[in-house]
């Protein structure tokens, strides 16, 4: 049985319903909504059979999440999937960061920038008419479908919940003083404030974009999430910030039309991730025609001309006129402000992230903490892997009860132009883990069979860039790292592979799939003269 929980009169009313364990998309196309309004979205269309209160119980609810990104419902769904009685509590649109202003968006206009390349490249292979009136690109019809899209993806998030049987709550969350197991919601439709009790609380309200300082720096500019609100492509375009959200939109931007700008507070982007990655991305910007502003300690103020458009001042002195979109990409901060943290006992770290042990729990008994508000790893399909560790471990029974996920050989995908694909460590941090002695490196350079009949220069084609990274005798794989077109596409299996302690060895023993980019990692020189393990 699940519960769904209504305002009848100023209770808490509980509803009975038999569960339905069908998770498929196609189940969900028969459910409609209910007449429930208020604080409580509604967690079933029908089947609503006798009612009893929770406030005969202790508790309302066995697990409250706060936050319904794909973290918090992922741990929530699991959870309900062993009985658990559990409720989400959320403020804004299902699906957080990732479905409504990141991953998910952005992957949709990565994938217009994509095509805008295809067919800038198609007079290559016999192609005519990109020079023509015959092409053209409509940013209003692909804003238009791709909000569209993420609507969906709402839905099919609500029905989702409502499918496994758990309750989905309207309103701004707080934990209660003294950490009981206690929350305080203040509803959406601006009815009286509620409190709930549950035996397990988790915190999983992800982060949000921030601006630096400086005179008119955040009235004239956006964050990544106004991106996804703007109405026309720029003309031009100033980007600021080195990581990896600021060089996937600058890439979008200047692969659709926009004389795009990236700014950098020192040499170059990406300063994190391993040295190849980084100067071949540098130099794929260039070529392209991004234009860097290196070393430039970031922007000192930006004002409004009279005709509309915006001169950006950096703090080395340029300056950057005729400018119409800024897009501040330098920084995130978790969205905890308004949890009463500190009064429930909850405490946290740099820059405002919560505090959590290797099994999600927070100093205060209880409360749990996943994703971006941790600052561990954020990416989705991390906080989605810990939150289901999570539930079960709480809710799964003894043979669950060591159950925490791992953030070691974490897979990730940088979706800049070309793609980017890492896993593992870097050559420097190799060398001061393993030592220089204990590590040997296996590189590989060279232009996708895509750019073989254009007739252009050698060095004026793309270039991917692969590099293997392995310790001790055996040639253990602990990095692995790749640039260039596919990247995204081929990191997913070698992330398998090194994750079970694959060797170079391992790497060489399989056969070669020809011709694609990916068999460069399997064949890698010297091939076949590795010790296997």
């Known amino acids: 049985m699940i519960a769904v ?91 957080g960061t990732c479905v409504n202003v990141g991953c998910v968006p952005k992957k949709v206009m990565w994938n217009a920038a994509s095509i805008a390349e295809t067919l800038h490249d198609m007079k290559h292979y016999g192609f005519s008419g990109y020079d023509s009136d015959a092409i053209s690109f409509d940013w209003p019809f692909i804003k238009e479908a791709r909000d569209k899209y993420i609507l969906r993806l709402n839905g099919i998030y609500e029905r989702n919940m409502a499918n496994s049987g758990v309750t989905s709550i309207l309103g701004e969350a707080s934990l209660t003083d003294g950490g009981n197991g206690g929350i305080t919601v203040v509803p959406s439709d ?36 106004g991106f996804f609100e703007l109405e026309e492509l720029p003309r031009r375009a100033v980007v600021v910030g080195a990581g990896y959200i600021a060089v996937e939109l600058a890439g979008v931007l200047q ?31 260039q070529r392209q025609g991004i234009a860097i502003h290196r070393n430039t300690n970031g922007v000192k103020s930006i004002s409004l001309d009279d005709d509309g458009l915006k001169t950006v001042h950096l703090e080395n002195g340029e300056v950057i006129t005729g400018v119409d979109t800024v897009l501040m990409a330098a920084g995130r901060a978790p969205s905890v402000n308004t949890l009463n943290l500190t009064g429930a006992g909850v405490e946290q770290g740099d820059k405002g992230y919560i505090q959590v042990n290797d099994y999600s729990e927070t100093t205060a008994n209880g409360v749990y903490a996943l994703g971006d508000v941790c600052g561990n790893i954020e990416l989705t399909p991390m906080a989605i892997a810990t939150g289901r560790r999570l539930a079960d471990r709480l809710f799964g029974g003894p043979e669950h009860s060591g159950a925490k996920v791992s953030y070691e050989y974490v897979p990730t995908v940088v979706f800049s132009h070309p793609p980017i694909g890492t896993i593992g460590v870097t050559e420097a941090q190799a060398i001061e883990k393993y030592g220089e002695d204990n590590v040997k490196v296996y590189r590989s350079k060279f232009a996708n ?48 592979a090194i994750k079970m302690g694959a060797t170079k060895a391992d790497f060489d023993a399989c056969v070669a799939i020809h011709p694609t980019a990916s068999e460069e990692f399997v064949t890698m020189f010297p091939w076949g003269l590795s010790k296997p393990a």
Not at 29 to 51: D, E, M
Not at 261 to 266: A, D, E, M, S, W
Not at 472 to 477: D, K, Q
Request: glycine share 12%; with cysteine.
């Open 449 to 496: 069979l895509y750019y073989g009949p254009w007739n252009v220069e050698a060095d004026d084609k793309p270039k991917t860039g692969m590099k293997l990274i392995c310790a001790g005798e055996t040639e253990l794989v602990v990095g692995l790292h790749v640039i260039g077109m596919g990247a995204d596409e081929m990191l997913q299996g070698f992330g398998i």
């Open 5 to 95: 929980v209504s305002t009848l009169g100023g209770r808490v009313v509980a509803f009975s319903a038999h569960r339905v364990t069908n998770y498929s998309t196609a189940a969900f196309a028969t459910v409609t909504s209910t007449s429930l309004r208020g604080r409580v979205r509604p967690a079933f269309g029908t089947q609503l059979a006798s009612s009893t209160t929770f406030e005969e119980d202790e508790y309302d609810f066995d697990y409250i999440v706060i936050g319904a990104g794909s973290g918090g419902i992922a741990s929530a769904r699991r959870a309900a999937s062993y009985g658990a009685k559990v409720a989400v509590v959320e403020k804004g649109r299902l699906g």
């Open 255 to 285: 692969a659709l039309g926009t004389e795009t700008n990236l700014v950098v507070r020192k040499e170059a982007a990406m300063r994190e991730f391993d040295e190849m990655l980084r100067d071949t991305l540098d130099e794929e910007m």
């Open 190 to 225: 601006g009815s009286e404030t509620v409190s709930y009790k549950a035996k397990h609380i988790l915190i999983a309200t992800g982060g949000y974009p921030t601006f630096p300082g400086g005179d008119g720096v955040k009235e004239h500019s956006i964050s990544s999430d």
